[in-house]
């Protein structure tokens, strides 16, 4: 059986699901128009907001109770939002799309431009984290541990805890949904090697984010064939049908449970337009939720009847009155293909259906101007109805020379934008958790008066002259108010507070061969801290001199690639490097960076990105070379070096150290896994590790 309903896809992508409801009486949504003033929404978000103040609300772990979804004192908490396109997508095309990743969170979640999401759905695809063409379903599996890892610590972690800054609940969806069954038909059996893929990622991401209060987790987006087209309460060939998707889902529950506590969404075969199959038989476990996928051109959509589960298969049946349900796909936008339609033929019945009963959760369909439907266009570009390229086997079109550019609203009877973000606002104080839930709010939670437990596996990393790196084991919370933070102290003095989600720390400023103290204590959302946890660390003898610097020949040999040396031909940034190749950067303190005494300053606290392009056959070269210092030293620790299929923190690719003084910094490409005669190589650097510092590069060249 094909799949009748799937919309078009391709880079311009749209995404499968469908749902409406029949009119049966006013709903919330109608009682409280009146209460909010609509229709002065136009545009998006540029330069000027990022990083102003966010409409946050307390994110305190959330659980289910009966058919709804509640706050741990208890109030009934209804979330509405929107999704983004696959951060990494976002990141690596951002010059033609016009934003990074954690630029898109901060613009959707900016109260000053009238943002108020609650919940942002963060989609992860296998095409992304194996790097195939946009538009592909990629084979099974799509990609090994080592490629899912580089993919969390350089995309997916950075919007998570961004989220968290922001006060809005993220949506960790596995974004799978093309050209692969889940199993051989509707007898079965299951796709044994697909079912694999989806363990090992749950299994390696759900411990990651378990003590993130804000996060929950979608399993799989959307399971395709065999599909459920009629109602499986009153046809047995579709309640089998379900039967068998829980043999095939149940242990990527059971997976999740063993890492984690978090609130659990479900799909369901047919693109999950059938989540009433939990009304024959809900998955085991706690704190399960159903999702909801539709578009304009379904079948139910075409009479507004969103309920009827026998149209197709594709109606809820009533299912929130027994489960929480989730919508987290829906969207409209005219001529766009057969299965996008308007505001007045879809959108205004179907945003009165999400709004007929508080069990009802959403995140609209998209907010990017690029995947399908859009919320948004990209003024700025000349081509902005193109496709962005390919990140991964060929090229991205630079429309954006310095990042972020202004994205623009789409409005009118064609278009959601407007809609959404209207809807957003309306209920922007309906349905949030109650105040002392939550990490973000500032009084203490009069229910919560158990400390976390305390670190454990407190351990040393690394050490250098002037700095010692220590990690530990996240701890848990069980009082309600959810982990907040860790506090680090050195030799009884507190040194720096990191944020839950983070179990490694930095401490700079340190002097060589000294012994200290440090500890590790873990603080909840309503203040309770913990016992801390003490390990003993010495920095390194100074090996080199009196000024504990490398006395070497740090001149570049005669035969080398300069890449840049920042002086200033040509001048930073005109997006072109020594090699005439693209480069930039951004999300830094200090922007995109400035060159001072021929150098690229480049002021970090937790975020930014910087790019060298090579663009030319680089075979002949054994080893990249960075010509640096850093305000604090030890700096290697705090940033990722990504290049030609290595991307780790720098410190786990060279022997050198970033000192307080110009050094030479060498990764021998050979021992750190890049192939120099790969096409399309580049000298990439992510700053979101945790640290805060200074770092100047004097020059970038391979030898």
Not at 34 to 51: D, K, M, P, Q, R
Not at 122 to 131: L, N, R, T
Not at 537 to 559: I, V
């Amino acid at each position: 059986m094909t799949d009748p309903d799937r919309p078009p896809t391709g880079d311009r992508e749209a995404s499968q699901s469908n749902t409406t409801t029949g009119g049966e009486g006013p709903s919330r949504r109608t009682f409280l128009k009146s209460s909010v003033l609509t229709g002065a929404l136009t545009f998006g978000v540029g330069a000027g907001a990022l990083g102003s103040a966010s409409a946050a609300i307390p994110t305190p772990q959330l659980h289910r109770d009966g058919n709804l979804i509640k706050d741990p004192d208890g109030n009934t908490v209804t979330l509405r939002g929107v999704n983004i396109a696959d951060p990494k997508r976002i990141n690596e095309t951002a010059q033609a799309r016009g934003m990074t990743a954690t630029q898109v969170i901060d613009m959707l979640t900016d109260e000053s431009n009238g943002w108020y999401p609650r919940m942002i759905r963060v989609p992860v695809q296998p095409v992304d984290i194996g790097e195939y063409e946009p538009g592909s379903g990629p084979p099974v599996p799509a990609f090994n541990e080592s490629e899912l890892e580089s993919y969390l610590s350089n995309h997916l972690d950075e919007v998570v805890q961004r989220c968290a800054d922001r006060g809005v609940y993220c949506i960790i969806d596995y974004h799978r949904h093309r050209d692969v069954q889940w199993a051989e038909g509707q007898d079965g059996p299951v796709n044994t090697e697909l079912q694999d893929e989806v363990d090992m990622f749950w299994d390696t991401v759900a411990p990651r984010y378990a003590d993130q209060s804000h996060v929950l987790y979608e399993v799989y987006n959307e399971p395709t064939e065999p599909g459920m087209w009629e109602d499986p309460t009153t046809t047995q060939w579709v309640a089998d049908i379900w039967q068998l998707w829980l043999e095939m889902a149940q242990p990527w529950v059971d997976t999740i449970r063993s890492h984690a506590d978090n609130l659990i969404l479900m799909g369901s075969p047919s693109w999950s337009q059938s989540p009433e199959g939990a009304l024959v038989e809900e998955f085991d476990g706690e704190d399960i939720a159903y999702t909801f996928h539709i578009y304009p051109g379904h079948n139910s959509s075409q009479n507004q009847n969103w309920e009827d589960a026998s149209n197709n298969g594709e109606g809820v049946a009533g299912v929130y009155e027994e489960a929480p349900l989730f919508v987290t796909e829906f969207g409209w936008e005219e001529n766009g293909g057969q299965y996008i339609g308007g505001t007045d033929d879809f959108g205004t019945a179907f945003l009165d259906f999400l709004e007929k009963s508080e069990a009802i959760h959403w995140t609209a369909w998209c907010a990017d101007p690029v995947w399908r439907p859009v919320m948004f266009s990209r003024p700025f570009a000349d081509n902005a109805d193109d496709s962005v390229g390919d990140p991964y086997n060929g090229t991205v079109p630079e429309a954006c020379s310095e990042l972020p550019c202004e994205w623009e609203l789409t409005t009118g009877s064609g278009y959601m934008g407007d809609d959404v973000k209207s809807a957003l606002e309306q209920y922007r104080n309906d349905g949030i958790p109650g105040e002392g839930t939550g990490n973000g709010d500032d009084d203490d939670d009069d229910g919560d008066t158990q400390a976390p437990s305390a670190p454990s596996n407190v351990s040393v990393a690394s050490t250098s002259e002037t700095s010692v790196e220590v990690t530990w084991s996240a701890s848990t919370d069980s009082g309600g108010s959810g982990l907040d933070s860790y506090v680090v102290t050195v030799d009884g003095s507190e040194d720096q507070t990191v944020p839950a989600g983070t179990t490694s720390a930095t401490i700079d400023g340190l002097s060589a061969g000294t012994t200290y103290q440090i500890a590790v204590a873990a603080v909840d959302g309503a203040g309770n801290e913990s016992a801390a946890t003490t390990v003993e660390a010495t920095t390194d003898e100074t090996d080199d001199g009196e000024d504990g610097q490398d006395d070497g020949d740090d001149e570049a040999p005669a035969d080398a690639l300069i890449v840049n040396d920042y002086d200033g031909d040509p001048a930073w940034s005109s997006n072109r490097n020594d090699l005439g190749q693209w480069c930039g950067a951004g999300s830094f303190e200090n922007d995109g960076g400035d060159v001072q005494d021929g150098a690229l300053t480049l002021e970090y606290d937790n975020g930014g990105w910087f790019v060298e392009q090579l663009g030319q056959d680089v075979s002949e070269y054994s080893e990249a070379v960075l010509r640096v210092r850093g305000a604090n030293g030890g700096e290697e620790d705090e940033f990722i070096f990504d290049m030609g299929g290595a991307r780790d923190i720098l410190s786990n690719l060279t022997d050198d150290s970033i000192s307080t003084s110009f050094s030479n910094v060498t990764i021998d490409l050979e021992s750190a896994g890049i192939d120099p005669s790969a096409g399309g190589l580049s000298v990439r650097l992510n700053f979101w590790q945790g640290g805060s510092s200074t770092l100047e590069i004097e020059e970038i060249r391979l030898q």
